[in-house]
């Protein structure tokens, strides 16, 4: 029953994104543009730094591509799916779609990180899976609290200040457990810190699936 | 008047703290020196943020569960008198680092964590005044209080823990359990705590009842 309706509203949102085409190359485009004006500014950048502006870079791209995850849906539209299906299919419906859609930008990114400032890494391999790890992190994040400012009927911007505090801590543990991938840098703990990742994740995922319901009822 | 017994033991505590925490005798130790004195002002200032915060988070699930302003109000006050609490222990902190850290600022794990969670609820208070229907604002900041405080607790407690630190009983410096005359701090110590703590209980309940009477007035006049 469950699995139905999150298949039904994972289909609407693909739907709705490939019907709006624009939102999506337009997220593409402004991935596209940062990574040029870093090209731009900076030119190749050493390891450390280059590991720094990818999370930068991934955090601004997370913010705006997941904001319309519920900043898009209307009032009305709400009413709507509130009478058709349960808060939690709703809210995991969303949490998928927006997964999906960081991965892909994330993967975009990194892409053109390597394209246009150089590969100083060491272990590609794993820090492309670092790099889907934190997109899903962003992304869950920003997707539960884009349902917030959505109901408080405010913009993106105020989804960023809820934010911001919030992942701080996440990209600090995925810019240490990335140095991983370079050089020969000794990350003490790294087990330890790839575990308190998973488990915040989880943590954030329960939260979501437990307080939206009440997000949900007027 | 309403002065029960806790108020009372909260006046008492503090002036006891307050006169014991600059007469008493403490430890000399290098470095620290007389400044391990702060363990009386700087550290309760946390313990009580936390309880503060526990308080607006209990209360905040209450309101989810019963849909009863009151608790709302007094999940806000509590989280707001928690915020002065954290500001006071951020500015003790910083004073304290000045002399036996050389800075007021070191980027120190456990400062980084405490800076965000003053964030997280900063941020609540943004959120909080943006809304101006009582009863969705009541609603979405309880979500987002039972959502800042459950993450809070892995952020200050599991973060700094995994790097080192330079507060006193981390990476390698001593704690001051590690001193044997540690006992004549303890006995001002823990009277501060709940000092303090009751003082900022006390203080957050006034806040409510100000709080609610400004809300009654509003809706029954």
Not at chain 1, 55 to 66: D, K, R
Not at chain 1, 120 to 137: I, M
Not at chain 1, 177 to 202: C, D, E, H, R, S
């Amino acid at each position: 029953m469950m699995l139905v309706a999150v298949t039904a509203l994972l289909k609407k949102d693909l739907l709705i994104e490939w019907r709006k085409k624009h939102t999506f190359f337009g997220v593409m485009l402004y991935v596209a543009a940062t990574v040029f004006v870093i090209n731009l500014m900076n030119g190749q950048a050493e390891a450390s730094m280059w590991n720094v502006l990818f999370w930068i870079t991934q955090l601004f791209v997370a913010i705006n591509s997941v904001a319309k995850s519920f900043l898009q849906e209307s009032e009305e539209r709400f009413r709507y799916y509130y009478t058709i299906t349960t808060p939690q299919a709703f809210m995991l419906a969303k949490l998928i779609y927006s997964v999906g859609l960081q991965l892909i930008m994330s993967l975009i990114t990194l892409l053109l990180f390597h394209i246009l400032l150089g590969s100083p890494l060491e272990n590609n391999l794993l820090f492309t899976a670092l790099a889907a790890l934190g997109g899903t992190s962003l992304s869950i994040v920003f997707t539960f609290l884009s349902a917030i400012a959505a109901k408080a009927q405010q913009n993106a911007s105020l989804m960023a200040i809820l934010g911001f505090p919030i992942v701080a801590p996440i990209l600090l543990i995925l810019s240490r457990l990335a140095l991983k991938t370079m050089n020969t840098v000794v990350v003490n703990g790294w087990w330890g810190l790839f575990m308190v990742l998973i488990l915040l994740n989880i943590l954030i995922i329960g939260l979501s699936l437990i307080l939206f319901p009440f997000l949900w009822k007027e | 008047m309403r002065l029960r017994w806790w108020k009372l033991l909260s006046i008492v505590l503090v002036f006891y703290t307050l006169y014991f925490g600059l007469m008493g005798e403490v430890p000399s130790k290098d470095i620290l020196n007389e400044t391990i004195r702060n363990l009386y002002y700087h550290v309760p200032m946390w313990f009580c943020m936390i309880l503060l915060f526990a308080y607006a988070f209990a209360y905040a699930i209450r309101y989810l569960s019963s849909n009863n302003i009151q608790y709302d109000l007094k999940s806000a006050a509590f989280n707001k008198v928690g915020i002065v609490f954290s500001v006071l222990g951020m500015v003790t902190g910083m004073e304290w680092a000045t002399y036996t850290w050389g800075e007021p600022w070191s980027n120190d794990p456990k400062q980084l964590g405490t800076a965000l969670c003053m964030l997280i609820y900063f941020a609540y208070l943004v959120l909080r005044n943006g809304i101006k229907d009582d009863e969705k604002r009541a609603k979405i900041s309880a979500v987002y209080t039972i959502f800042a405080f459950s993450l809070m607790i892995p952020l200050i407690f599991v973060l700094p823990r995994m790097v080192d630190s330079l507060h006193p009983g981390n990476g390698g410096n001593p704690g001051f359990n590690a001193y044997d005359l540690d006992n004549r701090m303890r006995m001002i110590f823990y009277p501060a705590v709940i000092g303090w703590f009751l003082l900022g209980k006390w203080i957050s309940e006034l806040k409510y009842r100000t709080d609610i009477l400004h809300y009654k007035k509003l809706y029954n006049e």
